[in-house]
């Protein structure tokens, strides 16, 4: 299997034939953009009244899927930057769209921070600019640390993510058949042409991206995580929140590009690229994260159990009050689903990890709405204890930017290489370069 | 606007920009013109002009607030208040300190005046038969009805007032009597009629009128008589009570006064009560018989009762300083016993005074509504002319009053509204509000207090003196009626409008001996059944509040429920008969039944339901029509308060109430603390350490000391502050899903038999956790202590509702102040209209701060200790609530809160409130334990 | 197979990249002066007045102090618009025909106000108090610039929050006004 898979690689993008799957897949994921759209639209002109919110749940879904999205984000990138920077044979195929899934998730968690504010259109003013009533952010709010962390996040992933194209895009440009294509391809290659300087500096721009990527993400996480920890509600004071949000945004990561690789590899036929191998070890990664996941759930209870009787309580609420169901279907999510990894039957059978990648991803998302909801259900004083229901209006935005993430993914793997095409050329031995090693 | 943020607005959102120029100060600076001072109406231009008056108002400075001293009526009752005016609107109302029902405070249904003056249903157009006609048209007829009823020597003129003090009214129809004397006077009140006095018949062979003096009582006995809460006389009592519980700041208080409460339906005063006791009306009127037996007043059975004991004892100590008050719909009966306890005790004259009436009218029973009725049934009735009553809805259910109004030939009601009765009436002529009127009434001790008019009256308006002058043929103007029955020459006359007051005008306490022939009535056997009594709403009280939005949204102290009234009853009469809260229940009294939701409220008697009055109305406006049940079609005339043998079941439907308040007690936390009146230590003061460095004050440094040892809960706070700062209704919907407005709001715990209130603002931190979280610097700490929130750098993160552990934060989440139909002029055009999407909470009243400060600079002196007054604590009749600088030693705030009593809520999280609370003192009788 | 790009093209891409940097800045830059910019703010514009009123000769030629017309400057909030009554009580002697007179003469007979043109504007949500700001020694043309210079009274200053900020600033520091000046609560509340 010499030149196969090198031809193979290119041919997605230049001799593919995408069927009615990839036209159905792509109208439904246009139909959750439209959801999205009318959401928004119905947020601007009557205001975040049309959620569920109130006083003390002032944050709901918008936060919640913030923190959802975010945690994606971050974990595809750092695995994909893991590969790269440990150089496994394996990744090749791997890492290019985990690198787009932490791009396309990263803007979906951008849009939360400015949807969710009573006055979307002053978000700017979290920006230091100098504006004529010269009055400057309040840099001691975990906010403007997210702003600061969401941006750097995106040009990082985004370089990344196209750093690791150029060469790619050259060789399309090569392939290309009609002048638009080679222009348009030839622009985005930066004038790529695969001299051994350009290979020594791009790989090493790459790997220095890499090696930004790593501590970027826990970074990331632990501003997301600040962002509750700092304040004086009872179950979000906890210093423990940032490890505990890298551990579980890690595992909606995972099975997220899990997910992604198996709907990638049966929709273009990648099997000899995306092979059994490759699925196993995400599957055993997720499986080992989960694991971890089961023990910070130990810890919380511990930690609940020795902070005092208050804590304790809401601790036990949080298991047998309005918000057990939720609560359990967090931690049969994370924890329970991933444990049928175990068997390898599972780990090969597309469907069924499809399925765990999409329960864990469910479960990590009712354990941030465990935290960000259930954290105020036992607030400082009684009579400030409330209630919560979501509305459409909100569910709408969930729905919304997960079918802008699959839009964009469609887009990805139609007209991008979905599979670094240069680096399962050099993998698989026929002409070209190691990462990093002068030819 | 022109900053370039709200620029960019105007180009991307014009809409918005539009909402964002909501600038109440322009229009009203627009209104200047067109305004003569009484107040002409105000639809002024776009903002962007300025009129300029076309004459100059002799002393009064363009722009700044003017002040009057009128009056307003509650069942009749004046109570004193200075109005202030901006530009000829009305916005806000304080209680008058030379009024002897006011002293300086108010409750909340004076404060919501406001609200009632601007609304806009209020009738605007005479009516015949619910067309629109021209006042002169109206006054035609008038003048044709008044010759028809003088030539037949007024045969078949009925004139139906609501109960009244006003001396000249009463003289007014005296008057028309006089010269009519075949015409008559009848009166209804529709929370009538006050057994108090047909009691005082009994026992003293005269209808006199009773008032408590609670400043000199040290043993207070109230049977099912809310002394504390809503009503005339609130103001005067919970002040009176406050008082003799008010510690020095030397030390404890010495002789604190102690109040037993035996209360059906849980009220404010059960909940301030140091003894407590739930018990049915019946068996309450057998509690007081045995009572009476204790104190040696009546012969009977005395049975065994330790409480009894204790409080016979205690009421023998107190003597002249005993009290023992009854419910105004107990039996005639109970008060008589209740009477001459107070008589035998020698309390009378230091703690009960005996005058005679101050409500004006004819008390004998051919006034009656049932006479009335009667005689309309036979078709005696020729012309019914009703003044400032709604009998077609107040009147109780059987007498069937609103179908006899239709076989009267001439019908004409006077009101403020073209209400249920205007409807059946052929006329129907607006009234004018008290503070569009001349007027007088009288407090509840006799002082006469005169009403005129802040703006003048609008749409042909008229006061019930016109009316009634214009019946007499002898048609003259409002100010004439009232200036001619007032003794005294042009100077009295002057001072009297300026204070507000007729002085010396209180009724003199008459001496009373029990009638040698009276024996107290034997105890009335039990009733069988569920019993039902019938009680004024804390809300809307009799209904005539029904369409202040600003009351429907105020939680009821107790059940903290809003927009509705509920069957109340105790949780185990609710589970007995399987009923939960929310639940609608069909209760059958005779032949009637009624259907509503049912509340259930820890301490209500058992075997007892409680259905609150002024709901269910069918006519009221906007705000109040159709909302809740309508209890007074269940009432009978013979019995109006109190029933028995009625069947409450469950129809299995539900209907969603609306609370601010859904967790009842404090879930074993460290909240409201009760002390006893012992000496105590003070507790340690040294706060933590906190890595934010401390603040420096150069100037003053603002705070606030509440005591829960005074406060009632009788929600006055709640509404001046709502008047006061602009804070918008938001309505049933919004309160269910937890987004209130209030700035100030009432928490109250059920805790172990105690009811525990708590006016909750927000603290000013020292160490404010909002400040911190808030990314654009929208919330901070300013250089005297505020925590100010600036509307419009915020962006709605609602961060710092996320961050504020009293959760006193209150956030936009629809443009509310756009859309919740309170009139613009009814704003203070001190203080900013928040738009859509911005937090908001309390400020201390800055704009108060901010004018004396000026005032101070401007006169080149410090600001004085009690000058800032904020909204909540001048309003408070109990004294609550102190204000001032907490960086003078001095001050009346910093004296405050070195009381022992003092402490921080959750003050274990550092953050250094400035609002602390006194922990509240119980004084349990002698032997027994707090 | 014809060659798409030469090897200049890659001079070509890069001076692009430049330029775009340096027009983005451009555009960020311009922008800004935009902003702070009189016309933004309206500065020097003289809208039309239902009476030509001349504060150049009133306040300049006659020497007119300002606080004959505006009454409440030196206490009030609101400096105050003369009434018709001030106007008149020299007009029912001078130029007392003059047809620009008439709404004037309308307003003082029938109390019918004389609805003028703001110049002055401020946002609903700040609060200025001319009294104290007089008595603290700002001069009238502090804000309202050389009125007795103009013929039709336009605004002299932008009005900004940053604009008045300066001025607090500077009393704060120099201690007349004391750090509370530049407390959001001085104007907003």
């Not at chain 1, 993510?161 to 150029?166: D, S």
């Not at chain 2, 009594?533 to 600003?550: E, H, I, K, L, R």
């Not at chain 2, 800055?846 to 080149?860: F, G, H, P, S, W």
């Amino acid at each position: 299997m010499a030149a196969l898979p090198h031809h193979e690689a290119g041919a997605i993008v230049l001799e593919q034939r995408f069927g009615w799957r990839w036209a159905a897949g792509f109208a439904a994921a246009l139909g959750g953009v439209l959801v999205l759209a009318v959401a928004c639209a119905g947020l601007f002109v009557w205001g975040v009244g049309v959620w569920g919110t109130n006083v003390p749940y002032v944050w709901a879904f918008d936060i919640i899927n913030y923190v959802w999205w975010i945690g994606i984000a971050n974990a595809a990138s750092l695995l994909a930057a893991a590969l790269v920077l440990r150089g496994a044979r394996w990744r090749t195929s791997i890492n290019r769209f985990a690198e787009a899934a932490a791009l396309f998730a990263v803007l979906c968690a951008g849009l939360f921070p400015i949807l969710h504010l009573g006055r979307p259109w002053l978000f700017h003013w979290v920006f230091p600019y100098p504006a004529t009533f010269e009055v400057w952010p309040q840099f001691r709010s975990p906010l403007v640390w997210d702003f600061f962390a969401i941006l750097t996040h995106i040009v990082v992933t985004a370089l990344f993510w196209y750093v690791g194209l150029i060469p790619d895009l050259a060789a399309l440009r090569d392939r290309a058949r009609t002048r638009r294509g080679q222009v348009v391809f030839g622009a985005l290659a930066l004038g790529w042409r695969g001299s051994a300087r350009h290979w020594l500096n791009h790989q090493k721009a790459y790997r220095i991206l890499a090696a930004l990527v790593v501590p970027l993400v826990v970074f990331m996480q632990s501003t997301v995580s600040f962002e509750f920890a700092v304040t004086v509600v009872p179950d979000w004071h906890r210093a423990r929140f940032a490890p505990y949000f890298v551990v579980s945004g890690l595992l909606s990561g995972l099975a997220m590009v899990l997910v992604v690789a198996l709907l990638v590899r049966t929709l273009l036929g990648l099997h000899e690229l995306v092979t059994r191998r490759h699925i196993d070890i995400i599957a055993k990664l997720l499986l080992a994260n989960a694991v971890v996941m089961a023990w910070s759930y130990g810890f919380e209870g511990f930690v609940a159990w020795q902070a005092g009787e208050h804590a304790w309580h809401s601790a036990l609420e949080k298991v047998t009050g309005p918000f057990a169901p939720l609560t359990w279907g967090a931690m049969l999510g994370t924890v329970g689903a991933a444990q049928a990894l175990w068997f390898a039957r599972v780990r090969r059978s597309a469907p069924a990890l499809i399925a765990v990648g999409v329960l864990v991803n469910a479960g990590v998302w009712l354990d941030r709405l465990v935290i960000v909801v259930g954290g105020l259900y036992r607030d400082h004083l009684p009579s400030s204890w409330g209630t919560y229901g979501p509305t459409w209006w909100e569910a709408g935005l969930l729905a919304g930017t997960i079918g802008l993430f699959c839009a964009l993914m469609l887009l990805f793997v139609r007209f991008v290489p979905a599979i670094s095409m240069f680096e399962t050329h050099a993998e698989h031995g026929g002409p070209g370069v190691r990462p990093g090693v002068r030819p | 606007m022109t900053e370039p943020d709200d620029r960019r607005i105007d180009a991307e959102f014009p809409a918005l920009a539009d909402l964002l120029r909501t600038d109440r100060r322009a229009v009203l600076k627009v209104m200047a013109a067109s305004m003569a001072l009484a107040g002409l109406p105000g639809c002024g231009p776009a903002p962007e002009t300025v009129a300029a008056r076309g004459r100059g108002v002799p002393g009064h400075t363009p722009g700044a607030p003017l002040v009057f001293a009128t009056s307003l009526t509650l069942d009749g009752y004046g109570t004193g208040v200075l109005v202030r005016s901006d530009e000829g609107h009305p916005t806000k109302i304080e209680g008058n300190p030379l009024h002897p029902a006011s002293l300086g405070a108010t409750d909340a249904f004076t404060q919501a005046g406001i609200l009632t003056f601007h609304d806009p249903d209020r009738s605007r157009a005479a009516r015949l038969d619910g067309q629109p006609q021209p006042a002169q048209r109206f006054e035609r007829a008038l003048a044709q009805v008044a010759d028809e009823v003088t030539a037949r020597g007024g045969e078949g003129l009925r004139i139906l007032t609501g109960p009244t003090s006003s001396p000249s009214l009463a003289g007014l129809l005296a008057d028309l009597l006089g010269r009519l004397p075949n015409a008559r006077w009848h009166q209804h009140a529709p929370l009538g009629p006050d057994n108090r006095r047909e009691g005082a018949r009994l026992v003293f062979g005269d209808a006199l009128e009773t008032r408590h003096d609670l400043v000199r009582a040290s043993v207070i006995v109230t049977l099912d008589a809310d002394i504390l809460g809503p009503g005339p006389h609130q103001v005067a009592y919970a002040r009176g009570f406050a008082a003799g519980r008010r510690e020095p700041e030397a030390g404890p208080k010495t002789n604190m006064n102690r109040l037993y409460a035996i209360e059906s339906t849980p009220g404010a005063t059960g909940a301030r009560a140091d003894r407590r006791l739930a018990l049915p009306p019946s068996a309450i009127a057998a509690f007081a018989h045995r009572l009476a037996v204790r104190l040696g007043v009546a012969e009977g059975e005395a049975g065994s009762d330790p409480l009894l004991d204790t409080m016979a004892a205690d009421l023998r100590v107190a003597g002249p300083g005993a009290l023992v008050v009854a419910g105004r719909h107990l039996p005639a009966e109970t008060h008589a016993l209740a009477h001459a306890v107070n008589h035998a005790l020698g309390a009378v004259g230091t703690t009960v005074h005996h005058t005679g009436p101050v409500l004006a009218g004819p008390w004998d029973e051919s006034a009656s509504l049932e006479v009335l009725a009667a005689d309309m049934a036979a078709g005696a009735v020729s012309h019914l002319v009703i003044l400032d009553s709604n009998p077609a809805y107040t009147a109780p259910g059987d007498l069937g009053f609103a179908d006899l109004l239709a076989t009267v030939p001439f019908t004409l009601h006077l009101g403020l509204w073209a209400d249920e009765t205007a409807a059946l009436c052929r006329w129907h002529a607006p009234m004018a509000h008290a503070l569009e009127s001349w007027g007088d009434a009288r407090a509840w001790d006799g002082t006469v207090g005169l009403m005129q008019p802040v703006a003048a009256p609008r749409h042909g308006r008229r006061t019930p003196q016109e009316v009634a002058a214009a019946l007499a043929g002898r048609p003259a103007a409002a100010r004439e009626l009232v200036r001619e029955r007032f003794q005294g020459d042009d100077a009295a006359w002057r001072q009297a409008l300026h204070d507000g007051v007729v002085p010396d005008t209180a009724l003199p306490s008459r001496a009373v001996a029990p009638a040698p022939g009276w024996r107290p009535a034997p105890p009335p056997a039990g009733a069988g059944g569920l019993e039902v009594v019938f009680a004024p709403d804390p809300s809307v009280w009799d209904g005539c509040f029904a369409n202040n939005a600003w009351l429907q949204e105020l939680p009821k102290p107790l059940s903290k429920m809003v927009w509705d009234n509920a069957i109340l009853l105790a949780p185990a009469t609710a589970a007995a008969l399987d009923l939960e809260n929310g639940a609608v229940a069909a209760l059958t009294l005779g032949s009637r039944t009624l259907r509503g939701p049912v509340w259930t409220l820890p301490g209500h008697a058992a075997d007892t339901v409680t259905l609150p009055l002024g709901y269910g109305r069918w006519s009221a406006g906007r705000v109040g029509t159709a909302v809740g049940f309508d209890a007074y079609r269940l009432r009978r005339a013979d019995a109006p308060w109190l029933a028995a043998g009625a069947e409450l079941r469950a129809t299995g439907e539900r209907h969603a109430l609306a609370t601010t308040q859904r967790h009842a007690t404090m879930a074993g936390r460290d909240i409201v603390r009760t002390a006893p009146p012992v000496p105590r230590e003070p507790p340690a003061q040294e706060p933590p350490p906190s890595i934010y460095p401390d603040y420096a004050y150069a100037g003053p440094a603002w705070g606030m000391a509440v005591d829960l040892n005074a406060c009632v809960g009788c929600n006055a706070c709640v509404t001046a502050c709502q008047a006061e700062n602009n804070v918008p209704v938001v309505g049933r919907a919004e309160v269910a899903r937890g987004r209130e407005m209030h700035w100030l709001r009432i928490d109250r715990y059920f805790e172990d038999q105690q009811t525990l209130f708590q006016p909750m603002l927000c603290m000013h931190c020292e160490k404010a956790p909002c400040e911190v979280v808030c990314p654009v610097n929208a919330t901070v700490h300013d250089a005297e202590g505020l925590n100010v929130m600036v509307y419009n750098r915020c962006v709605g993160t609602r961060y710092c509702s996320n961050n504020c552990p009293y959760k006193v934060r209150r956030f936009n989440w629809f443009d509310y102040a756009q859309d919740d139909g309170v009139p613009a002029e009814a704003a203070n055009p001190e203080v900013t209209v928040r738009v859509r999407g911005v937090m908001e909470k309390c400020t201390y009243c800055i704009q108060r701060i901010a004018t004396a400060r000026i005032r101070a600079k401007l006169e080149n002196r410090p600001i004085a200790d009690g000058e800032v007054v904020t909204a909540c604590q001048q309003v408070c009749p109990s004294g609550a609530i102190v204000f001032g600088d907490v960086n003078d030693p001095d001050s009346a705030v910093s004296r405050r809160k070195r009381s022992p009593r003092n402490y921080a809520l959750l003050g274990e999280l550092n953050t250094r409130p400035r609002t602390t609370y006194l922990a509240r003192i119980d004084n349990p009788p002698a032997g027994e334990e707090a | 197979m014809t060659q798409v790009f030469r090897p200049r093209s890659t001079l070509l891409f890069r001076s692009v990249f430049v330029l775009a940097a340096l027009v983005l800045a451009g555009v960020v830059l311009a922008g800004m002066a935009a902003v702070r910019s009189d016309r933004a703010w309206n500065v020097g514009e003289a809208p039309e007045q239902p009476v030509p009123f001349r504060h150049d000769l009133h306040a300049g030629t006659l020497g007119i102090d300002c606080r004959y017309c505006h009454t409440s400057v030196e206490h009030a909030a609101y400096a105050g618009i003369p009434t018709a009554e001030i106007c008149m009580g020299c007009h029912r002697e001078v130029w007392r025909g003059a047809s620009v007179f008439a709404p004037v003469r309308g307003s003082a007979d029938t109390g019918e106000p004389v609805v003028w043109t703001r110049v002055h504007d401020l946002p609903a949500h700040a609060y200025f108090h001319h009294g104290i700001h007089v008595s603290k020694g700002v001069a009238c043309e502090t804000c309202h610039g050389r009125v007795d210079r103009m013929a039709a009274v336009a605004k002299a200053e932008t009005l900004s929050m940053g604009w008045c900020l300066d001025c607090h600033r500077k009393a704060a520091t120099t201690g007349t006004g004391g750090a509370r000046l530049i407390d959001c609560s001085v104007c907003h509340r």
